[in-house]
């Protein structure tokens, strides 16, 4: 089973970017769609990003939407999140999740259809 490994958060100032990976230590990292979620202290975990096992498939939330792109390097077993023109309001500790697929298209947007996330990355958006 895979087991995610988030890395590349930091303190990042308004307007700045970030790109956080998600190491996966499976050799079948391609079996599995993966997402990001992230938490702020205070309020509930919500959707980041999602993409399909082979990647052809992804999706957003509108908050994150035109901002974040969500990508994979199957042949390294990582995946990505390139975050560009940060906001204070995108200050949360993020988690990588995967899921088992056994499609390639598919993408899953709740936190509850994943089986493994990972300790989770503090990004901190500074005005």
């Known amino acids: 089973q895979v087991q995610p490994v988030e890395s590349g958060g930091g303190v990042v100032q308004v307007g700045g970017s ?18 990001w979620f992230r938490q ?3 309020k509930e975990r919500s ?7 082979i990647g052809g498939s992804t ?11 969500i990508s994979r390097d199957n042949a390294k077993n990582t995946l990505y999140l390139q975050m560009n023109g940060l906001k204070p ?31 989770g990355t503090q990004v901190t958006v500074s005005s």
Do not use: H, N
């Not at 999706?59 to 792109?69: L, M, Q």
């Open 18 to 35: 970030l790109r956080l990976s998600c190491a996966a230590s499976s050799y079948t990292f391609s079996s599995y769609a993966m997402g």
């Open 40 to 42: 702020a202290p205070g």
């Open 47 to 53: 959707f980041v990003a999602a993409i399909s096992r």
């Open 59 to 69: 999706a957003y939330p509108d908050s994150v939407k035109g901002r974040f792109t």
């Open 89 to 119: 309001e995108d200050t949360a500790v993020y988690y990588c999740a995967a899921r088992r697929d056994y499609g390639t298209s598919r993408t899953y947007t709740s936190w509850d259809d994943y089986i493994a996330w990972g300790q």
